[in-house]
C-alpha cells in the first residue's frame, strides 16, 4: 500500500476519457498514454475491508482511492462495491478527512455510485 500513497499527491496529472473508459496520463516532457490499473476481480471486497476504522489512516486513504478509480469504470464496478456491507457508512466516515485527496475520493466515489438511479 505504500507505493499507492507515494502516488497519491500525483493524482492531478490523470485525466479521464468518458468514450473509452480508460484513464490517460500526460507527462509535461513527453507524451504517454497509461491505463489506470483496475481492481482484479475478487479482490474489491479487500478494498473494502480496508475502509474499516481498525485499519491505518494511510491504508484507508489508499483504498478509498483506489475505489474512486474502480467506480469509474461503470455500473458493473459500482455494483460490486455497493455489494459489500457497510461500505457506504465506511466511504461517508472519510469525508471529513484532514487530507484533501481522501475527502475528495470520498466525495468522487459517492457522487459516482449516485449517477445510477437505483443508489440516488
Not at 486513504?61 to 460490486?80: C, M, N, P, Y
Request: proline share 3%; with cysteine.
Amino acid at each position: 500500500m505504500q507505493g499507492i500513497n507515494q502516488d497519491i499527491e500525483s493524482q492531478s496529472a490523470i485525466g479521464y476519457d468518458s468514450n473509452e473508459g480508460i484513464e490517460t496520463g500526460h507527462d509535461k516532457s513527453s507524451q504517454f498514454q497509461f491505463r489506470q490499473p483496475q481492481i482484479q476481480e475478487g479482490y474489491v471486497g479487500l478494498f473494502v475491508r480496508q475502509l474499516g476504522l481498525d485499519n491505518p489512516k494511510e491504508d484507508r486513504e489508499a483504498a478509498v482511492l483506489t475505489l474512486w478509480h474502480h467506480s469509474r469504470s461503470g455500473r458493473k464496478s459500482i455494483e460490486e462495491i455497493i455489494a459489500s456491507p457497510g461500505c457506504l457508512n465506511l466511504v461517508v466516515s472519510l469525508l471529513s478527512s484532514d487530507r484533501e485527496v481522501t475527502s475528495k475520493a470520498a466525495a468522487g466515489l459517492l457522487q459516482n455510485i449516485s449517477a445510477f438511479e437505483p443508489y440516488r
